[in-house]
């Protein structure tokens, strides 16, 4: 019986490795919490889902494929950050000034360069958040967004992403009350055609933005953040992916984490 499950669970998975609208419906998805504010928006590159109540996504999710990444255009001209007018709410870039945050991409825009509209969605606000310039501009924060690419374009598997903000309570505001979070997640999934891999990692949004002692179980970020990340994924695949972790099955993270 589990083998047929683990068969099972490994066709579906095959199924959401397709480039396709519905495959981002599927498994780019995350639950939040009852009661949270969150208005989804499926983009060319990326799936949001958007809380007006702090003005900040919940939670961003985006795949990086082999084919992507061979496709990318690395002379794209950047886009200029502007409002989201599909949402209740919307933050104009002009909140951000003089705050002494910097607006980061949650989906980066260089994982968009395979196509204009998907880089150009990547400066809409609904995928930014209040960064401190150590963090944002840091070597961590942008070794492992390189690193992500890498294992796309080295064939590795597909590359699921889901990146967002930790808040609380006594978070301080910016603007017209856009949270600025104590912290930033990162699961990343890999999927290569016969098995699934995970982990996950928190970055504190204060000077440095170190990854070391911050890499995690998804189950852990999970805990951090009240979030059902994967939810799509079969009951027996999501236990063994979120459960654990091996840092030494993704090439390169260990050097990040000791760089770190």
């Not at 009852?34 to 795949?63: F, I």
């Not at 889901?162 to 856009?178: K, L, N, R």
């Amino acid at each position: 019986m589990r083998q047929s499950l683990v068969k099972g669970a490994i066709l579906l998975l095959m199924l959401m490795t397709a480039d396709c609208l519905s495959a981002q419906k599927s498994l780019l998805s995350c639950d939040v919490p009852k009661g949270v504010s969150s208005q989804v928006l499926v983009r060319e590159g990326y799936v949001t889902s958007y809380n007006k109540d702090t003005r900040l996504p919940n939670w961003v999710a985006w795949q990086l494929t082999k084919e992507r990444m061979d496709a990318r255009m690395r002379d794209l001209p950047r886009a200029p950050f502007r409002e989201d007018d599909e949402v209740e709410n919307p933050v104009y870039p002009y909140e951000y000034s003089n705050t002494g945050y910097q607006r980061g991409h949650i989906c980066p825009f260089p994982d968009c360069q395979w196509s204009k509209t998907a880089a150009d969605e990547t400066f809409l606000m609904t995928n930014i958040c209040p960064q401190g310039e150590a963090l944002n501009n840091g070597r961590a924060w942008k070794s492992l967004e390189r690193k992500c690419r890498k294992w796309a374009a080295d064939g590795l598997g597909d590359i699921y992403i889901v990146a967002g903000p930790i808040v609380s309570a006594d978070c301080e505001t910016i603007g017209s009350g856009i949270v600025v979070p104590k912290a930033f997640y990162k699961v990343v999934l890999r999927f290569d055609g016969k098995r699934a891999e995970a982990f996950g990692v928190m970055y504190r949004n204060v000077e440095g933005g170190r990854i070391q002692s911050s890499v995690h179980s998804v189950d852990g970020i999970e805990r951090l953040t009240k979030l059902d990340f994967f939810p799509a994924l079969p009951d027996v695949v999501e236990k063994r992916v979120e459960s654990a972790f091996d840092i030494d099955v993704w090439p390169g993270l260990r050097d990040i984490i000791e760089r770190e």
